[in-house]
Structure formats: structure tokens, C-alpha cells
């Protein structure tokens, strides 16, 4: 009989071996028992790493406002979450998934009629075809050790060249008709992938039980499906001014007046 022992905060996929285990045979080497941990799913948490996500919807007066929320943790906790005081939630990023994978995928950002040519070419390939050259980046050249911090690209063929994007930037020449691919600055977006959460009630790490990661609330804000004229001049009352201001008047001449309606995109 194996004890099979599973450390805290053990990942998906993880492997617990015990040694010359396995059954014996003559003129072999007694084999391995590998146990594969399969990471069964949860109704209401998400895991990512140390990280846990749970989905809610608020109303658009709990955005405003604040909120003040329940949520039984796995271990049987209560925990009654509260926003900060004055606190407005905003919508997350659009097109932002804080679960989808990274697959170490780089992105890169594109200066036109750009070149640093004072930066050593590590490497080259007879192609202008960008996808190509983007995996290339990131599967071939890293596979041998080069860290790609930008590649250039004119009208025949591609250069890469190992350096960081500061020094990209740094030596960035002036050069018509090629463009200059560099590693995007990854604290760029920092600001668009901020999210509600509650500091140290994730998973325990692997190896180091003692440190948490965090549990971050995945927040959906249902709108109200119309407003009273009444009530939408409070609202006007009290919220800044709009962004938009017309210029032209309903009664000018040669100005159409349209009205938003809801059309479905994919139809």
C-alpha cells in the first residue's frame, strides 16, 4: 500500500514518484509508481497558480457606491468583503482575461522607417512574412539561447538583434522603407489589468505554504435597463459633465437626427 502525501498548494499536472515501486521483473531495473495529480474543478473558484478568481455581478449602485459582499471560502471561512470608502469600480479592460494563458507569448510593438543598426545582427532569414518571424522569436531563437529584443525588417529580409528595448530605443536610426519590431514595454498596460481583490486569501504556494496568493474578484456591473426622466436629471446632478457636447442643434439645417438601437454584429 502507497500513502500518497500531497503538498499545499501542489499545481495541476504535478507528479508524485516513488521509486522502484513498480512490478518486478527479471533482468530489469524495478520500475517507477508515478502518481499524476488532476486538478478536479471547482463550482465556484478558479485557480490560476497561487491565485484564486470568483466571478460575481454587481448593480450599477454598488459600482458607484460601494458594495459589501459574502463569500464562504474553501476551507468553510467566511469571509464578508467590503469595498474602500468614496471607492468607485470600474469595468475591467476590455478583451482582458486575468485566466487566460500566457503561453510565453511575446508582444511587440512596431516603429516605422525605424532601424538600430549599431546593435550586432544575431541572426537573419530570408522572409518579411511578420507571424513567421515573431515565432522564429519566440520558439527557434529561444530554443538556442537568444533572447530576441528586436528584429528589423525592409522589403527582403528580416535581421534579429539580442538586446534589451532600451537599448533598442537607444539606438533607434532613422532608415526609410524598414520597419523595427521591439519587445513592448510590459508595464505598459499595468494600469488596464488592475482588478479587485483580497491580498493573501489565494492558495498556499507550492513548497512555501506560509505565503498565499491572492483572490481576486472577477466583477460583472448589470446596468439598468432605463431610467425615468426624472431620475436621470438627479443623476446628471450629480455626476460630472458629459463628455460629448454637441455643437450642432437638432434644427440646423442640413444636420440628420438617428437614434442608437441594438443590432446584433455577427448576424
Known amino acids: 500500500v502507497l500513502e500518497v502525501h500531497i503538498q499545499k498548494g501542489s499545481p495541476d499536472g504535478h507528479k508524485v514518484t516513488f521509486k522502484e515501486k513498480a512490478d518486478e521483473h527479471p533482468h530489469a531495473d524495478t520500475g517507477d509508481v508515478i502518481f499524476v495529480l488532476k486538478q478536479q474543478e471547482h463550482a465556484v473558484f478558479k485557480r490560476k497558480g497561487a491565485d484564486l478568481f470568483i466571478e460575481r455581478t454587481i ?7 460601494g458594495f459589501q459582499m459574502e463569500i464562504t471560502h474553501l476551507d468553510g471561512r467566511k469571509l464578508l468583503i467590503k469595498t474602500q470608502p468614496d ?27 525605424a532601424d538600430c543598426p549599431s546593435i550586432d545582427n544575431v541572426a537573419q532569414a530570408d522572409t518579411t512574412d511578420i507571424d513567421t518571424l515573431k515565432k522564429a522569436c519566440e520558439l527557434q531563437l529561444k530554443r538556442q539561447g537568444i533572447d530576441v529584443g528586436c528584429f528589423v525588417v525592409d522589403g527582403q529580409r528580416a535581421v534579429f538583434k539580442q538586446c534589451t528595448r532600451e537599448e533598442a530605443l537607444a539606438a533607434r536610426r532613422t532608415r526609410r522603407g524598414s520597419s523595427m519590431y521591439v519587445v513592448s514595454d510590459p508595464n505598459a498596460k499595468q494600469s488596464l489589468r488592475m482588478m479587485k481583490a483580497v491580498k493573501d486569501e489565494g492558495m498556499p504556494t507550492y513548497k512555501n505554504p506560509f505565503v498565499h496568493g491572492n483572490l481576486f474578484l472577477i466583477l460583472t456591473i448589470e446596468f439598468p435597463g432605463s431610467l425615468s426622466p426624472e431620475n436621470t436629471k438627479v443623476i446628471k446632478d450629480l455626476l460630472p459633465p458629459p463628455l460629448n457636447q454637441p455643437r450642432w442643434k437638432d434644427d440646423d439645417k442640413e444636420v440628420e437626427i438617428h437614434m442608437l438601437t441594438d443590432i446584433d454584429p455577427v448576424e
Open 59 to 65: 448593480s450599477l449602485v454598488e459600482a458607484l457606491c
Open 87 to 113: 471607492e468607485i469600480v470600474k469595468p475591467m479592460a476590455r478583451g482582458f482575461d486575468p485566466l487566460a494563458s500566457q503561453d510565453n507569448k511575446t508582444d511587440w510593438e512596431v516603429i516605422e522607417d
